[in-house]
């Protein structure tokens, strides 16, 4: 057979998948590489920033202190301290101190100028420009208003203002070009103020902001610091450097992590389109901050040839690596193209089932079919196999076998049943408990599943005991263990004990009630089916020992098999009172019957049940034929009910809902003839009231019943004895008779039959409250009255 070509896309991915894998691992250590330098970079630079803006900090530091150094030398100088609180002084005074002011000046290269004020004559001296002034005229207004308005500046604190100063004069030494202008750090250092609280005197130091421009430039390091630096007072006002070419939203991106942040550290932002550092630190001394700018693209002017450098390598790299990976993809899948050649030849699949595949999906279909295939003839081997050994299982418990015990012991070696034929075994049934309910709530298959379960956790459960097979019967599991060489109730404890585990089991995981049944050991396994019919007969006896119980012969040698003599006392008193329809007594009568069949075997105790339901209907039938009462029970319904019941408890049950039935339909036939009862007796009253012997005696003969009895039924039913309601109604006709004309007592006491007249005229009065007389002239006008006792006049 020609081999099938198949495509080489197998090849062809694995290639592209190494080469893209390759790239993209060359990619990140590219990146990674260039971010770490990056990084590093950063790190170097914000590094040496920091260390520059330390010196420019303690360098300001420095000078901040020479400066206060120089104001507070001035002002213990006695010439100063004259000119500037004296109100008069002769202008050799001033000179002379105006001599000192400039030698201290010319000896401190940082001091640009020096004014001293004098608030008492509004004077002011200068080294820069004008010697002397008065304050309306002097050339620096810009000071003269920070004096008079004392803006940012307090008596004893020393703290420098940032502000330009005129710097050029007209030709005549008069005029000065306002447009000309040097900035300054100026320093006012007043001590007094007078009582208008105005500043009686001051000394003015100008430092020069060029001299710190240069500091700053002097300790610039290889460009590295290239950028601007900035300086900020306390208030976040500038000092050094020029914001005013920032919006506010840059202003805002680059002061306000520093005003939050507070320490010394450095972090990135965009001004004017461009990504730039910012390292800042602050001087603990002056609360300054010194912030230093410097672009990205200084820093990583370097970065960006070592990132070429890295790109070109990397390419470099790949080059080469593409001819190892092309390598490596064809050695990896010459095998796979072998492999594909030699299934390829065999008659597995037919061409058309390789169209549209590359070769791995042609190699998974043949290997799935091989596998499927394989699975399917293991399988029907495992369900042949495992349904011979079931049924040979099922014809070892149902019959006894001919064969001796070396050819049972080789059945049972072939079916790889663990039990010895030679001997002794018993045979143990485990009855799944309300079995009715048990099929109606699960499906077969889960049914066959529950089966299952129980046989195999009860032979691991009894494996550490001895050998053991558990067989699903269908409806029960039988399960043979083999003997031990213990005495019979030792093994009649020990299959307990195994029984009460696997109970137990059974509860907590699969949530149902089993009984045990344990039948007698046989010497060989051929005959264990004798064991089984045995514990088949003990299995009856969950009837009284209830579900979840575990059967044995010693269980069963306390019952009674004599001759049964049925409870004839019983029968005839449960009778009696379910008659009468006493439920609670004819209950007690019935538990009492149960007690007494309690130690009689099984089919003694059903049948005498089956008897009494039999006795029940039929005396029920009994009272029905009599026409008091019906009853809607059916004899065969009942019994076929009570048949399918596994215990005498539910039985019971059952009992006690039907003598409950009877009783109450006793109770209400009775009601009904006692009403009827009733009713014939007021009937006989009606009809019969004119007779004189009309009485309680004459009505009971006449419904052929006891005087005593009638008058007990009457009483329940009216509350009145029979005397007392012929006695109304007599009064009641009288009362109607009187009414007419032409009547008079004597022959109304003769219509009604009443025999004596002065009885009657007290009887009256007692009923109506009157007298006859009175009566009738109350009532001559009015008609068929309806008197107050209920009966119609």
Known sequence: MSQIKLPRSMFIRMFTSFTLVFICILLALSYILYVNFQKIGVNLVSGANANALSQISYSSTYLNEASKTFAISLLTNYRVQSVMYNANNDYKDIQEALVDVSKLKDANQFVHSVYVFNGTSNQFYSTWLQSSNTKDSFFDQGLVSIIDEKKQVARGKFYPILRKIPVFISADGKDIDSNQKISVLTYIFYEYEDAADRVKGAIIVNVKVDYLKALIQSLSTGGKNQGS????????????????????????????????????????????GKK??????????????????????????????????????????LIPGIFIVFYVSKKLYSPIRGLVGKVSALPRLPSSSVENKDDIGYLSDVIAMAIQQNEVSIGDKKTAFFSRRLEFLRRLISQSFDEDSIDLQSRLDQYQIRLLADKRHFAVIF???????????????????????IGNVAEEIASRFTNNCAVDLGDEVVFILEASDESYEKQLRDISLIIAELQNWIQSNLKLSMTGVIGYSVKQLQDISISYQEAVQFSKYRF?????????????????????????????????LLVYGKYEEAIQAYEQIVAYLNHYSYDIVISYLYYLAFNIYKRIKEIELNG?????????????????????????AEFHVLIRQIAESMVDSKVNRNQQIVSKVIGIIEANYMDKSLCQDSIALLLNLSKYHLGKIFRNVHGKAIAEWLMDYRLSIAAELITKPNTNVAEILDLIGWENQNYFYKMFKTKYGVTTSEYKLRNTTSENKVHDNGYPS
């Not at 009855?431 to 379960?453: C, G, K, P, V």
């Not at 979840?548 to 019983?570: A, N």
């Open 628 to 652: 008091s009462t019906t009853f809607n029970i059916q004899y065969s319904t009942f019994v076929r009910m009570i048949s399918k019941m596994e215990t005498i408890g539910e039985i019971n």
């Open 276 to 317: 730039n550092l910012i390292t800042y630190v602050t001087s603990e001394a002056l609360n300054w901050k010194f912030i230093h700018i410097v672009p990205y693209s200084i820093i990583f002017h370097d970065m960006e040839r070592l990132g070429w450098i890295t790109l070109a390598f990397c390419l470099g790299v």
């Open 229 to 272: 630096t900035w300086i900020l007072d306390e208030k976040g006002q500038p000092i050094l450097g020029n914001m005013d070419q920032l919006s506010a939203e840059e202003k805002s991106a680059v002061l306000k992590p520093i005003q939050e942040n507070g320490s010394n550290t450095y972090f990135t932002t965009t001004i004017q």
């Open 544 to 576: 009284i020992f209830g579900q979840g119980s575990i059967i044995s012969s010693d269980e069963l040698k306390h019952m009674k098999t004599d001759d049964f003599r049925p409870p004839l006392q019983l029968e005839k008193t449960f009778d009696e």
């Open 431 to 453: 009855m799944i408990d309300r079995y009715e309910q048990f099929i109606r709530t699960y499906s077969a298959a889960d049914q066959d599943l529950f089966r299952y379960a």
